[in-house]
């Protein structure tokens, strides 16, 4: 836990003043892009979400149009068949086990409760989950994707081969009310520095906290200046 602290700290003076941004939004809302935003970026995946908005209308406008229609207004993020179909399904359980297409009632269970039970409907895995909580109802808990996956095992704090065994290690390692806040620095961290490709060691705080073996190697190839990609879609919807 010492280490998580400091890595926190350290991360803090890299950006200062980033808070995590709960936007509030509508859980199925949030629910609905963090399945558009998978194997995406996140401008793409917003531009599909805002097709579905705009081109077709309520959820319930979504649930009873045809499934070419939704593919049309997802095709620009990708994974076309499987997005739209997901939603659908989502959207077709939902009603019939609720009757009406809303998650608000996610708002009475704890987080334990949501984890175990409610959305585990076709193509609904923990990391879309995790950003419902976290995104949506406010609370404090550590969303797993890619960015977050790499970073935490190049530094050492896992050593899991796919972000739901990183999850798994790290969800209690992480100290109380700092979860999403280190979640939030650690997109940022793996988006700008500790990028999949090239990350740039010669210039990384954490460099002395790290256990990437490649990371001497990297330092003395990252000249480039990083480059910042602040557009979260989680944020804006
Ligand atoms: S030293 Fe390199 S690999 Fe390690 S955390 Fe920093 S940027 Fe990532």
Redesign the pocket.
Known sequence: MDKINNIISLLQEEFPGLEPKPSKADPLDILIATMLSQNTTDKTSFLAFQNLKNNIGTWEDVLKAPISKIRNAVRVCGLTNQKSAAIKNLLKELKNKHGKLSLNYLNKMSDEEIYNDPLQYKGIGVKTISCVLAFSLGRDVFPVDTHVHR?TN??GIVNAVTPVKTFEQVKDKIPEGKKFLFHTLLIRFGRK??RAQK???GR?R??DD?E?PE?EK?SMLSSAEPVDNNFIILEHV
């Open positions: 970073v190049r530094l520095i500790c990350p740039l060691c990384c954490l460099y790290c990437f990371k990297c």
